[in-house]
């Protein structure tokens, strides 16, 4: 049977709208992965290189750059490097599953403009209050950098009509099942199921 292309779900939103903990709840869905960014950004007291992130130094993003390799990438918070290997999507196709990119708002603009079919979940937070709760119980960022954070998370709300689906992240469990139907519901778009369609319809001889 004809298998469809993998399936590109964009788990984006501003800072602090709590994507992590919702990209987790796909995963949970038999058949997904995780896209692993590259960022030149230092490695936090709680994260193991390879789980989240591949940690580089900017020279080596530079010449990932200059070769290509990155299906899109940013520049966060006006200071660190983060992008999404291309090599995943290879990855992806030949394990047959779907792909789980979680990314800031510049970097799904990116990808929704050359993998139009990609799907682009945009997180919410319930309010600011929320975000900066969520920033300051991470307890890692300096005053400034808290500042900078809100400050983007605000821009990056305006950003909302540029997406497929949205989930508002006020009840943790209900906005864990709404990703996990946008990503069942997303695998079973006609559009997608066309060419496997067609092969069934052979076997009733056309
Ligand atoms: P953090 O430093 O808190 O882990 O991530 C900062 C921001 O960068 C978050 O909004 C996160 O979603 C985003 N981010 C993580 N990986 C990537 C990536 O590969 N590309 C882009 N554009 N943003 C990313």
Request: aromatic share 8%.
């Amino acid at each position: 049977m004809i298998q469809a292309a993998p399936l590109v779900l964009i788990v984006s939103g501003p800072s602090g709208s709590g994507k992590s903990t919702l990209v987790q709840k796909i995963l949970e869905l038999p058949g997904t992965m995780l896209s692993i960014s590259c960022t030149t950004r230092a490695p936090r007291r709680t994260e193991n290189a390879g789980k989240w992130y591949n940690f580089v130094t900017e020279a080596e993003f530079q010449q990932m750059i200059g070769r290509g390799e990155f299906l899109e990438y940013a520049q966060v918070f006006g200071k660190n490097w983060y992008g999404t290997p291309k090599k995943w999507l290879d990855e992806a196709r030949a394990e047959g599953k779907d792909l789980v990119l979680e990314i800031d708002v510049k970097g799904a603009l990116q990808v929704k403009e050359k993998l139009s079919e990609a799907v682009a979940i945009f997180v919410v937070p319930p309010s600011r209050a929320d975000v900066e709760q969520r920033i300051r119980a991470r307890g890692q960022d300096s005053e400034d950098e808290i500042r900078r954070r809100l400050e983007r998370s605000r821009q990056e709300m305006l950003k909302y009509p540029s997406y497929d689906f949205a989930v508002i992240n006020d009840d943790l469990d209900r906005a864990g099942r709404e990703v996990q139907a946008i990503a069942l519901a997303s695998r079973c778009r006609m559009a997608r199921q066309e060419d496997r369609i067609c092969e069934i319809v052979k076997t009733f001889g056309g």
